[in-house]
């Protein structure tokens, strides 16, 4: 691997360059995005070059898609006449059977890996980027052909990164990360905009720590979400009417002041992804 | 104030010991609690000796009731025989309205002053007690009845040890919390809950930070709550009915991928609270 092209120089793009320079390596690193985003690349040391999609393909041995989902799908339409033999494209998308699947129309059979680093932080852009983004945190890859030399050698630089690779089929990556990650999400963005129509002086003085975890997904903008969730709808949906059978149980459990159940299956979860041994017992 | 009884040795109880310590104050801080508290209060410095409750209350010239909600109500009964003139009596309890109904029904008018402090972390017990705890958080007052000197002399306390001292009526305090504290609480255990029921291993290992975020208050175990959800059930459920309007309308939003007003709703909202000038516009 010698050249590398990150399409889309944000968080997660830019923190992928850095990430391949702590790493050791040593080759050009060339960005494609706007000029905001070029500048910005450049100021952290994640990109050392810069070049239109065509000519970063044309050059670029592993084209690192890293833009929002809707303008992945657009980028690996345009890069079909433009992929080079031996290339590989993969992507950072936070859905996958719809990449995949346009990948698989798009591109040469065996030049594309679908990814999914599930890192993240509260900030956007280049000039938060941080070289230890992925380390210890899970990184999904969704192979949909045969084993390569450029798909083994991606991942050797996975390994060295530090990301704890996974792998699943497209489906069963987004119908996990429909209850993990998009549910979680779409709960804090409607908890906020419930309190948002209740907005009071009082209200913005009375609340403690908690409201803060459960509202800091939705700090979040529309301009990323908007295409993870149409282009996982049916899970995302699934996932919701999931919550609201369980909300309206819980409903009945206030109702019955009986919510030891409900608190300590949810307690015993918490704990589960949190590696601690559950304090609670399930009846 | 030369004699306070702490009720209830927990991690509210012995924060307020270890706060009034470091804010100066040196005479008896006797603890009312179960022999394990009570070790753990004496470990950590929040008190200096030990009694019942009627001895307590025979020589107590400030009692501070820092338990569960149901608990406190018990004990503000008990306390109506107890309470010497000039003696107030003042609660941490996460609940205003049955509370101060409680005390006015049982108690000399004049001698208790309702509280709520909006501090917590995920430890529970003394052993995880803080002097900081109530620095530059919410402090909940709910005047009942006429201001005395012994409440003139708890508010300075309460300055002293750091609190945003604010005042409501019971009434608007539940409602307030049902939507920041009650609601909040109830939506991350629901949605552990619903991940509990679908749990799987690509489930425990493919998800990112916000998951956890959103997961943290479900850690909570069911014993405080109960009691909590049962003294504010209407204002819960309220809060709880408008959320799940809420989650209709985010529904239809999804099956429209017009996903931006509730995005930009709740963004504007969760950056309200956090003092950040929004990013966004509403339409």
Request: hydrophobic residues 45%; proline residues 5%.
């Amino acid at each position: 691997m010698q050249c590398v092209a990150i399409v889309g120089v944000g968080l997660i793009g830019a923190s992928f360059g850095l990430a391949l320079r702590k790493a050791g390596f040593t080759g050009e690193i060339i960005g494609v995005s706007s000029a905001a985003a070029i500048a910005a690349g450049f100021e952290c040391g994640a990109i050392s070059s810069q070049a239109m999609l065509a000519e970063a393909a044309s050059r670029a041995d592993l084209i690192y898609l890293a833009q929002p989902v809707d303008r992945i799908l657009e980028t690996i339409e345009k890069l079909g006449p433009l992929v080079n033999p031996g290339c590989l494209v993969t992507d950072a998308g936070s859905t996958k059977a719809q990449i995949v699947a346009q990948a698989l129309k798009h591109l040469p059979l065996g030049t594309f890996l679908g990814g999914h680093p599930l890192a993240g932080k509260e900030q956007r852009g280049a000039a938060a980027a941080d070289a230890d983004l992925f380390r210890n945190r899970p990184y999904v890859l969704t192979p949909s052909g045969p084993e390569t030399p450029a798909i083994r050698e991606f991942r050797e630089w996975l390994a060295r990164i530090g990301a704890n690779i996974l792998e699943t089929s497209p489906q069963e990556h987004d119908s996990t990360v429909a209850l993990t990650s998009h549910l979680p999400q779409l709960v804090s963005t409607v908890l906020a905009a419930t309190l948002a129509e209740r907005n009071s002086d009082t209200l913005q003085k009375i609340f403690g720590p908690g409201l803060m975890d459960m509202t800091r997904l939705a700090l979040s903008t529309p301009e990323l979400w908007t295409s993870i969730f149409s282009t996982n709808k049916l899970e995302v949906l699934a996932a919701l009417d999931a919550f609201v059978v369980s909300l309206g149980q819980a409903r009945q459990a206030i109702e019955a002041d009986n919510l030891s159940y409900i608190f300590n299956t949810a307690a015993q979860f918490a704990a589960s992804i949190r590696n601690l041994s559950p304090k609670v017992k399930l009846n």
